[in-house]
């Protein structure tokens, strides 16, 4: 089991910036990628950037250039977002997958509220 808890969102004007951090605790070990997916309203959620335990990362085109995903030990991740956009404006999940004695896995946090007002 995984457990994942979200901080750092909140309103913020467009072009502003914020960091979402992601603490991961319990089988931190089996983790091999770590992410992040947002969720608008009326919108079904999508990937904004992922992470894998090797260093590799990938971003959606839309946030390409202007988020950057980070890793910080095995168990941090941290989304920092520059120059916001209000059509930014979503609910975040930090997500994580691991793989326990063959079996794929997919946990989630509660998610955290981003706003961008125009």
């Known amino acids: 089991q995984v457990q994942l808890v979200e901080s750092g969102g909140g309103l913020v004007q467009a072009g502003g910036s914020l960091r979402l951090s992601c603490a991961a605790s319990?089988?931190?070990?089996?983790?091999?990628?770590m992410g992040w997916y947002r969720q608008a309203p009326g919108k079904q959620r999508e990937l904004v950037a992922t992470?894998?335990?090797?260093?590799?990362t990938n971003y959606a085109d839309s946030v390409k250039g202007r988020f950057t995903i980070s890793r910080h030990n095995a168990n941090t991740v941290y989304l920092q977002m520059n120059s916001l956009k209000p059509e930014d404006t979503a609910v975040y999940y930090c997500?994580?997958?691991?793989?326990?004695?063959?079996?794929?896995?997919?946990?989630w946090g509660q998610g955290t509220q981003v706003t961008v007002s125009s």
């Open positions: 992470t894998t335990s090797g260093g590799s």
């Open positions: 319990g089988s931190i070990f089996s983790i091999n990628i």
């Open positions: 997500n994580a997958q691991s793989n326990l004695r063959g079996i794929a896995y997919s946990y």
